[in-house]
């Protein structure tokens, strides 16, 4: 079946540092991948996605690339903020039955 | 864009009684939506898969009876956690899907759960 498989935390980078959080998926169809961001207190927001291979998403700074031929959908950031800190879940999903299935997020932690 | 509103955002019950968390889409018409629980440190599980006017689909491993799922309209679906107890406190999280999965999904706030 479908899975997602991202790097355990937590993360802690100085502020400015780059930030790569890897994932990698298993599917047997062709999903749609996205990373999730969950602030403290909050609930989740949609950072970026892509939806073929090749496709990069961006937002805030952020970037991934759906990479078909590694299966993977690292996160990069060149230069992260204090504001960043929060956990970032990889996520795929089949637009066969429209299920989302999560990574066990990886919680970011910035230090000014 | 489309919101999902989520209520409550936090309860306190005794052991024992029946908790309900609504979902509601505020300007979109949710014909599905995806319950999940969240454990402290934890990924998101999914619990179950709401659609309109028809059965919940439930994952493995869930029970039926003790997380009811109603999804009566195309705005409003439900979930009660009847019977309580303490391992059922946790964060609970509902989704719907925004048209075609592949143009993402909104989510309610979250609802922490705590049985005392």
């Known amino acids: 079946g479908n899975s997602v498989t991202q790097m355990e935390g937590p993360v802690t980078l100085s502020e400015e540092a780059f930030l790569t959080i890897n994932c990698t998926y298993t599917a047997t169809g062709y999903p749609s991948l996205f990373w999730y961001v969950q602030y403290p207190g909050e609930g989740l927001q949609l950072l970026l996605k892509a939806t073929k291979a090749d496709d990069k998403g961006s937002n805030k700074g952020f970037e991934a690339t759906y990479r078909k031929e590694t299966t993977s959908f690292h996160l990069e950031k060149g230069s992260v903020q204090v504001s960043d800190s929060a956990v970032y879940f990889c996520a795929l999903s089949d637009t066969r039955d429209d299920k989302i299935i999560f990574g066990k997020g990886t919680r970011l932690h910035i230090l000014p | 864009g489309a919101v999902v509103s989520q209520h409550p955002s936090w309860v306190i019950c005794k052991s024992g009684t029946s908790v309900k968390i609504e979902c509601r889409s505020l300007d979109f018409q949710a014909t599905t939506m995806f319950w999940y629980r969240?454990?402290?440190?934890?990924?998101?599980?999914?619990?179950?898969?709401?659609?309109?006017?028809?059965?919940?689909?439930?994952?493995?491993?869930?029970?039926?009876?003790?997380?009811?799922?109603?999804?009566?309209?195309?705005?409003?679906?439900?979930?009660?956690?009847?019977?309580?107890?303490?391992?059922?406190?946790?964060f609970y999280i509902c989704s719907a899907p925004l048209g075609q999965s592949n143009y993402g999904y909104t989510f309610g706030s979250g609802t922490r759960l705590t049985v005392v």
């Open chain 2, 38 to 90: 969240q454990f402290p440190k934890q990924s998101l599980m999914l619990m179950a898969t709401s659609n309109e006017g028809s059965k919940a689909t439930y994952e493995q491993g869930v029970e039926k009876d003790k997380f009811l799922i109603n999804h009566a309209s195309l705005t409003l679906s439900t979930l009660t956690v009847t019977s309580a107890h303490p391992e059922d406190s946790s």
